[in-house]
């Protein structure tokens, strides 16, 4: 039977991620810098034990049963507080809904806001899966590029009149403002008040994705959120537990304005009626105990290490010509070579030969244009990794350049 006669035209928009289907090929004496997971060690485990023993005894007729799509209060409540000393204030006509991971809410936000043909805007190179997430939606991908401050705003605004005077209808601004993914790189505080300016001057919606921003291991002092700043409603924010306590507990929320949490609760009744109340009840009470706050300069600390030994190894492995960001939050250092390279083609000595494997840059460009970065991820190899894997990725990199001289 030929299934494919059968598939709905946006099933035909679903792309196998880059990065799973280079998981397929790394094999345990693969150094891999591909994927995007945090470093085991950060977990809390011994305290989810508790935690889990805890909720199950004292609230288990509650904790295993159907929940509202919205999310456990307790738990919306625990966030509105942490989000406060993040600097993002309560206000009146926001609230807040729990979702799968902060990918799910990448897709209810696509559900609910973008229609085929509909324009959005994002960062130029972004996050794969919010590319991958929104594409199913049909929308057209404009991406702008970025500097080391992170979106250039003239280009920004450039697109967005192009778009306006060819009567296209621009649905929001999709932005990573704190480590970013893949590059790395944090939004300056000029930036991010000129990125709202224009969002207000053209009336536009900006997702604001955060999950890296309560693990900012810089030294200098962190830029606000947008949604901090936000003073009309148009910022939608959103964040993730997998970076601060672990992934596996497919966790995240969004916090915007009422009207729009109620959208994304008709969206997600239909695609899985709520996220797991279990897991809820745990994170609540992580929160309530103080178990994530506590955690958190633990997380910093391993990843401001890791970070360190990647930028070492780089400094003493990388050629001329090879350049790098230095990140001071999230989990990658974004890698770019030559112009004439082309990152993928690499991969493959790189993977056979050196054994060694990255995320080619390509398809973090909504529409393909750069073919020679990288990404490297510095917070799950282990720390004699990171040092033996630049050391290969450099010798792969110099039989590369060579074999495509121009
Ligand atoms: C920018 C960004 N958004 C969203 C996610 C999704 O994370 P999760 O679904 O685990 O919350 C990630 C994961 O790495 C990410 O980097």
């Known amino acids: 039977m030929d299934i494919n006669k059968l598939l709905a035209g946006r099933t035909k928009l679903m792309r196998a991620s880059e990065i799973r289907e280079l998981l397929?090929?790394?094999?345990?004496?693969?150094?891999?810098?591909?994927?995007?997971?945090?470093?085991?060690?950060?977990?809390?485990?011994n305290e989810i034990i508790e935690v889990t023993r805890d909720v199950l005894t004292t609230k288990g007729d509650k904790a295993l049963q159907y929940g509202a799509t919205g999310g456990v209060p307790e738990l919306k409540e625990e966030l509105m507080r942490f989000m406060n000393k993040g600097g993002i204030g309560t206000l009146g006509d926001h609230d807040v809904i729990i979702t799968v991971?902060?990918?799910?809410?990448?897709?209810?936000?696509?559900?609910?806001?973008?229609?085929?043909?509909?324009y959005i805007i994002t960062e130029s190179p972004t996050y794969l899966a919010a590319i991958q997430a929104f594409r199913i939606y049909e929308?057209?991908?404009v991406g702008v590029p970025m500097d080391g401050e992170g979106i250039i705003i003239e280009e920004l605004e450039r697109r967005i009149r192009e778009i306006r005077e060819g009567g296209g209808r621009i649905k929001f601004i999709y932005v990573?403002?704190?480590?970013?993914?893949?590059?790395g790189i944090t939004m300056s505080m000029e930036r991010r008040k000129a990125l709202l300016e224009v969002a207000s001057e053209y009336d536009l919606l900006v997702i604001e994705d955060d999950p890296y921003g309560y693990i900012y291991f810089g030294n200098d002092s962190q830029p606000s959120r947008l949604k901090a700043m936000d003073s009309e409603g148009r910022v939608i924010y959103m964040s993730t537990f997998s970076k601060i306590a672990a992934p596996g507990l497919r966790l995240g929320w969004v916090y915007?304005?009422?009207?729009?949490?109620?959208?994304?609760?008709?969206?997600?009744?239909?695609?899985?009626?709520?996220?797991?109340?279990?897991?809820?009840?745990?994170?609540?009470?992580?929160?309530?105990?103080?178990?994530?706050?506590?955690?958190?300069?633990r997380i910093k600390e391993i990843y401001r290490t890791k970070r360190d030994l990647m930028l070492q190894a780089l400094s003493?492995?990388?050629?001329?010509?090879?350049t790098w960001t230095k990140p001071s939050a999230g989990m990658f250092i974004w890698l770019s070579l030559p112009d004439h390279a082309d990152t993928s083609k690499l991969l493959e000595i790189a993977i056979k030969k050196y054994r060694v494997a990255y995320v080619p840059g390509r398809s973090f460009y909504p529409n393909g244009e750069r073919g020679n970065d990288m990404r490297l991820n510095f917070t799950y190899p282990k720390p004699q990794e990171i040092f033996e894997g630049v050391r290969r990725l450099s010798l792969a990199i110099s039989e590369y350049l060579r074999e495509i001289k121009p």
């Open 24 to 45: 397929k090929w790394v094999t345990e004496d693969v150094i891999s810098f591909g994927g995007g997971m945090p470093d085991p060690s950060s977990f809390p485990i």
């Open 101 to 118: 991971g902060s990918q799910e809410a990448l897709d209810l936000l696509g559900r609910v806001l973008i229609d085929p043909g509909d």
């Open 139 to 141: 929308p057209r991908i």
């Open 176 to 183: 990573i403002p704190t480590g970013q993914n893949p590059t």
């Open 256 to 297: 915007a304005t009422k009207e729009i949490i109620r959208w994304l609760e008709l969206a997600k009744q239909s695609v899985d009626l709520h996220t797991s109340t279990l897991n809820q009840y745990i994170a609540a009470e992580l929160l309530r105990r103080g178990v994530i706050e506590r955690n958190i300069p």
């Open 316 to 322: 003493e492995y990388m050629q001329d010509g090879v």
